[in-house]
Structures are given as structure tokens and as C-alpha cells.
């Protein structure tokens, strides 16, 4: 507008208008573009109830009549008992007595059948399957952690391709002239 030569200078306010809303628009698609460049992915593990700590077995809580009562550490969470209940590792078992995918969960208990011939070996062996129930949980969260991040990492590819083609556009229409 404060051009020497009148050639040079806007024709008219509607003309210096369009300039600026133009710019204005690649400012924009520029921004998101850059907000999407800056994007950060957390690599963290999905929520734990358990918060990181294993569940061990602390001791027999009692027997009676088959059942043998157990006292964890911490309540088992839902998906720690699927862990359980899914078993796909080797175990030791008594025949006619527990196997991982019997055990029932009540608050920080664990009870099992067992016999009384057999009750002190069947603890043992829920020590060990709680042991590769642990493994088998965090593997499980660390495999959901790592398709949470896939997911986001994609859509970030495609906020920044979106955003990359908002810039081109805004760019190539603020410098077509009429």
C-alpha cells in the first residue's frame, strides 16, 4: 500500500482484504502443522491397578472342608484373574485337585480345592502359578502399551499429512492472482 509506483499498489480495499485473510489462513495451516510436528507420545504402560507391584502369595489363610484359603498381597485386578483364567505356560498340578483356571479371587484372597493329603503342595503350586501370572500380566499391558503408542503414532502421521496439505493449499491460493 505504500508503494511508490500506483502499478504496485493494491487495487483495491477488497484486494488488500483477500491478501490478508490468505495470509491469515497459511498462518494457521502453518501452526497446525507445526503443532502436529511437536506432538509427543507417551511411553508409558497403560494403567496398572496394581501400580507396577507384583501380587505374591503371603501365606495360608486357612483350610476347610477341600477349600484352601490363600492371603495375596494385593486384590487381584480383573484382567491379572484373566491372566490366570487364560493360562497358556506350563504348571505343575495335582490331579483331582486346582488347576490355575479354578482358583476363584475374593478381595486379597485366592481359594482353591485341594485335598488335605495335598494342600500344602497345591499352595506351593499357586505360589508358582502367581509368580507366572505376573509375567504373563505385565507382558500382556506392555503388548496394549505398545499398540496404544502404534495407534497414536498413526494418527500423528495423518494430523501432520492433513495438516502439511491445509499449508500447501493455503500457500498456493494466497499467491494466485486475479
Same mark, same amino acid.
Given at each position: 500500500? $505504500?508503494?511508490?509506483?500506483?502499478?504496485?499498489?493494491?487495487?483495491?480495499?477488497?484486494?488488500?482484504?483477500?491478501?490478508?485473510?490468505?495470509?491469515?489462513?497459511?498462518?494457521?495451516?502453518?501452526?497446525?502443522?507445526?503443532?502436529?510436528?511437536?506432538?509427543? $507420545?507417551?511411553?508409558?504402560?497403560?494403567?496398572?491397578?496394581?501400580?507396577?507391584?507384583?501380587?505374591?502369595?503371603?501365606? +495360608?489363610?486357612?483350610?476347610?472342608?477341600?477349600?484352601?484359603?490363600?492371603?495375596?498381597?494385593?486384590?487381584?485386578?480383573?484382567?491379572?484373574?484373566?491372566?490366570?483364567?487364560?493360562?497358556?505356560?506350563?504348571?505343575?498340578?495335582?490331579?483331582?485337585?486346582?488347576?490355575?483356571?479354578?482358583?476363584?479371587?475374593?478381595?486379597?484372597?485366592?481359594?482353591?480345592?485341594?485335598?488335605?493329603?495335598?494342600?500344602?503342595?497345591?499352595?506351593?503350586?499357586?505360589?508358582?502359578?502367581?509368580?507366572?501370572?505376573?509375567?504373563?500380566?505385565?507382558?500382556?499391558?506392555?503388548?496394549?502399551?505398545?499398540?496404544?503408542?502404534?495407534?497414536?503414532?498413526?494418527?500423528?502421521?495423518?494430523? $501432520?499429512?492433513?495438516?502439511?496439505?491445509?499449508?500447501? +493449499?493455503?500457500?498456493?491460493?494466497?499467491? $494466485?492472482?486475479?
Amino acid at each position: 500500500m $505504500i508503494q511508490q509506483s500506483p502499478p504496485n499498489r493494491p487495487g483495491s480495499i477488497a484486494k488488500i482484504k483477500e491478501e490478508l485473510i490468505g495470509r491469515g489462513n497459511e498462518f494457521v495451516a502453518k501452526q497446525r502443522l507445526d503443532a502436529a510436528r511437536r506432538a509427543v $507420545i507417551s511411553d508409558t504402560v497403560p494403567n496398572d491397578p496394581l501400580g507396577g507391584e507384583d501380587i505374591r502369595v503371603l501365606g +495360608v489363610d486357612g483350610y476347610a472342608d477341600g477349600l484352601l484359603t490363600l492371603r495375596l498381597s494385593a486384590a487381584a485386578p480383573s484382567a491379572w484373574n484373566l491372566a490366570m483364567q487364560n493360562a497358556r505356560f506350563p504348571f505343575s498340578s495335582i490331579v483331582g485337585d486346582s488347576e490355575p483356571r479354578t482358583v476363584s479371587f475374593n478381595g486379597d484372597r485366592a481359594r482353591l480345592n485341594a485335598k488335605a493329603t495335598t494342600a500344602e503342595q497345591t499352595a506351593r503350586y499357586l505360589k508358582d502359578w502367581v509368580t507366572q501370572t505376573n509375567l504373563a500380566y505385565r507382558e500382556d499391558l506392555q503388548r496394549k502399551a505398545a499398540e496404544e503408542r502404534r495407534k497414536e503414532v498413526e494418527r500423528i502421521r495423518w494430523k $501432520i499429512q492433513k495438516a502439511e496439505e491445509e499449508a500447501r +493449499v493455503a500457500e498456493a491460493l494466497r499467491t $494466485i492472482k486475479f
